[in-house]
């Protein structure tokens, strides 16, 4: 079983439309990322959680809300989905000790907002 | 500011032809510099860690230098499963830290 999930997997919704992105982790870590890839502008930063009762915007974070329900999940939600937040999305993990060193990526989750 | 910046964009070899693909950096302060492998429709997959000028870290057909304005990640006789997307980041000191990505290298070896 994989380390870092992620659900769904692929989604397409419409403008406007309420959107929540899941991640759950088995690898013990506190640390939790959500990142967006678009392409030729590299990974950017969202949201990060240092643990359930800390959370942090991350460079782009307009637009976005998070939520750490537990120490295994981080979840991802669009409260109004626009088109330029068509992009791929990635979940991480790291442990406390390695800080932001060695990021655990999940296997993404497609978004197309239409 | 910030930035990372990684060349070729692309990059296609031979089988067995060695090459580098080149990270430089402008950051306040370098906390690490990271390595990370990208197969299409994966997460990135976390390679190696850099910190300081003259270091060098080696796996498998890769290793890694660097330098006080750029990093290097060296392919030795690369085979077909090398191909992938090769990333870039940086942590930056002061503040509030995080990872600052490159674009990426996408790197296609042919048998």
């Known amino acids: 079983d994989a380390d870092v999930t992620q659900t769904p997997r692929n989604r397409i919704t419409k403008t406007g439309k309420r959107i929540m992105l899941e991640c759950s982790q088995t690898?013990?870590?506190?640390?939790m990322y959500w990142y967006r890839q678009d392409p030729g502008l590299g990974l950017r930063l969202i949201y990060y959680?240092?643990?359930?009762?800390?959370?942090n915007k991350g460079e782009i974070s307009d637009g976005y809300s998070v939520s750490r329900q537990a120490q295994a999940k981080f979840s991802l939600s669009l409260e109004s989905a626009i088109p330029n937040q068509t992009a791929l999305y990635f979940c991480?993990?790291?442990?406390?000790?390695?800080?932001?060193?060695?990021?655990?990526f999940g296997p993404g989750t497609r978004l197309t907002v239409l | 500011e910030d930035q990372v910046t990684q060349s070729p964009e692309a990059l296609r070899l031979q089988e067995g032809e060695s090459s580098s693909l080149n990270c430089s950096y402008t950051?306040?302060?370098?906390?690490?510099l990271f390595w990370y492998r990208q197969d299409p429709g994966k997460g990135p997959e976390f390679l190696f860690t850099?910190?300081?000028a003259g270091e060098e870290k080696e796996k498998e057909r890769l290793k890694a230098t660097l330098t006080k304005k750029e990093s290097f990640l060296h392919i030795t006789a690369p085979k077909p499963e090398d191909s992938a997307t090769y990333l870039c980041?940086?942590?930056?000191?002061?503040?509030?830290?995080?990872?600052?990505f490159g674009t990426g290298t996408r790197l296609q070896v042919f048998p």
């Open positions: 991480a993990t790291s442990d406390l000790l390695t800080g932001w060193d060695t990021q655990y």
């Open positions: 690898k013990g870590h506190d640390r």
């Open positions: 959680s240092f643990d359930v009762k800390d959370i």
């Open positions: 950051v306040s302060g370098l906390r690490g």
């Open positions: 850099l910190y300081s």
């Open positions: 980041a940086v942590q930056a000191g002061g503040g509030v830290s995080k990872l600052i």
